[in-house]
């Protein structure tokens, strides 16, 4: 979860980098209409059905710009929502509600919209023992956000950056000279407690990578019948993933096949935001 301490320790250089992004110098807008600080409230509207998620970056974001705020959530991350919901009331100084709205939205449209399109994507794999994972494909400066609402969509995390784990891709491969050479260097480099995981396009590819005793061996857009001769190759005696051209229309397909994991580049790259507002701002009196 993003919250507490390991909120302020991994999270809030992110949050301030953005404001700083969007206020180099000064908020001209806000200052020109609100020469003094005023506290005010706004209200936080969905717009469309979605699953919401963010809602504690939405609100640390205001805290970084006034301490004093507040705000009265009415759902949690992981709640579907609807079309008109009021999500939550923000109450700070006007100043802060003015000059943080646009990055606190843009951080709680884009997380709902992977979790909401996770969760369309993993409802495809219910029933089957196939684990939905995510991958690398993240906007820049945004990995900790998507990556935690790929989990609330209900998937599950691959790596999170290169220091988690060893995955020999193409180049890898061809920087080492073949996959048992590349496995015989990453198995004597890696600590012992590392799996080592092994892209492979091909039949041949992957017979070479059981025999090099690979951990997890990629299946990298195969069709499904190479895909089926593969895992029915394997046998158990490595695990599998299905990567390269997953679409939510394929999976049950995948599924079907066996493999262990599948995972999917368009949970984080293709995700289309869910529209929400920041309205009806007000001055308390």
């Known amino acids: 979860m993003i919250n507490g301490v390991t909120m302020k320790i991994n999270i809030d250089d992110y949050i301030l980098n953005t404001l700083k992004e969007d206020i180099t110098s000064e908020d001209v807008s806000t200052n020109a209409v609100m020469p003094e600080c005023k506290r005010g409230t706004a209200e936080l509207i969905c717009k469309q059905d979605g699953v919401i998620c963010g809602l504690d970056i939405f609100e640390r974001t205001f805290k970084l710009l006034d301490e004093t ?14 079309k008109g919901d009021l999500l939550g009331i923000i109450t700070a100084d006007i100043k802060a509600i003015l000059s943080g709205e646009r990055t606190a939205l843009n951080y709680l449209q884009r997380m709902s919209a992977i979790a909401t399109i996770t969760r369309e994507y993993n409802e495809e794999l219910r029933g089957f023992k196939t684990v939905l994972l995510d991958t690398r494909k993240t906007t820049p400066n945004m990995r900790p956000f998507e990556k935690y609402a790929v989990t609330v969509g209900g998937a599950t995390n691959h790596r999170y950056n290169l220091s988690d784990g060893v995955l020999l891709k193409d180049n890898h491969i061809g920087a080492a000279g073949s996959i048992t ?21 091909t039949l041949e590819q992957v017979e070479e990578a059981l025999s090099a005793g690979a951990d997890i061996i990629m299946l990298d857009n195969m069709d499904n019948e190479t895909m089926r001769r593969a895992v029915k190759m394997i046998d158990g005696k490595a695990q599998t993933e299905c990567s390269g051209n997953v679409t939510k229309q394929r999976l049950k397909e995948i599924a079907e096949i066996g493999v262990d994991y599948v995972s999917c580049g368009a949970l984080t790259h293709s995700a289309q935001i869910i529209d929400i507002s920041l309205k009806n701002l007000k001055p308390i009196e």
């Open 181 to 201: 050479k590349a496995i015989e260097m990453a198995r004597a480099y890696a600590p012992f407690v590392r799996k080592i995981e092994i892209e492979t396009e």
């Open 69 to 82: 705020s507040c705000f009265e959530r009415r759902f949690i991350d992981g709640d579907d929502v609807k």
